[in-house]
């Protein structure tokens, strides 16, 4: 059998669950996950090897209209995702209407190589006739679309999509080394670990407007030393991540610490420290610094 190897771009809205179905489909926790919206900011690769063949899923941020510089970048990951694929992953759910973005689908519905449409979350279907009419929505909007109705969080029908993108591959030698499962440095996962904690402990606009840089990353045999800035866009929001006496933000480094652990079974020594960058989101020169913008 020939060696197949290609890149399957995952899109769709925001909190639709990309996150939750590309963790369940490379096996490994890569994207963080969260209830709130607009948790995946950058194209987050993550990779699966077998001997006859090579996947390169890349999870995309949910599409939205930019009100800011930081989403115009999380749009333009989401249309790059568009341009480079080998199989495109077009994810909703069964509360979603279908006719949200029209724009992005438009594009979708214009694309070559083949689709496939996931209707996650079917686990909270209450009738089949719900499904049915859904899907029957859905092949109107995307009629060259192949369904597939799953539970990423269940794990159901999850493997016969993935055996249906393993028969789209192209014939092709790897794209990664054999042992690779992510296209993304140590630091970054630290970071996004990090940014899980902040989005499930603070409320409304503050993690949002919180981006984490690593500053120290320092690798022995058992253990890291790991020093992190997370950066707010006003004084009041650097108040409230710290916390009374400290509180809040000891509670953030208690719990991203044990996943940092469990992410790279050492033993984890843990600073964070919080500055103000003013209105980081709309400027250029630190959305470049913070790896938003080429």
Known sequence: MEHKAGFVNIVGNPNVGKSTLMNDLVGERISIITSKAQTTRHRIMGIVNTPDYQIVFSDTPGVLQPKYKLQESMLNFSEGALVDAD?????????????KNADFLAKVAKEKIPVLLVINKIDLVKAQTELEELTQRWQQILPQAEIFPVSAKEHFNVDNLLKR?????????????????????????????IREKILTLYDKEIPYSVEVIVEKFE????????????????D??????????GSKIKKVGMEARKDIEKFFDKSVFLELFVKVEPNWRNRENKLRSFGYME
């Open 87 to 99: 199989v495109l992953v077009y994810v909703t759910d069964v509360v979603e209407d279908p006719s």
């Open 219 to 234: 690798e022995k045999e058992n253990s890291i030393h790991i020093m992190a800035v997370i950066y707010v866009e006003r």
């Open 165 to 193: 993108i393993v028969e789209l591959l192209p014939v092709s030698a790897p794209y990664f080394g054999k042992d690779a499962l992510t296209d993304k440095p140590a630091r970054f996962f630290v970071t996004e670990i």
């Open 236 to 245: 009041s929001q650097k108040g409230i991540i710290i916390g009374h006496q």
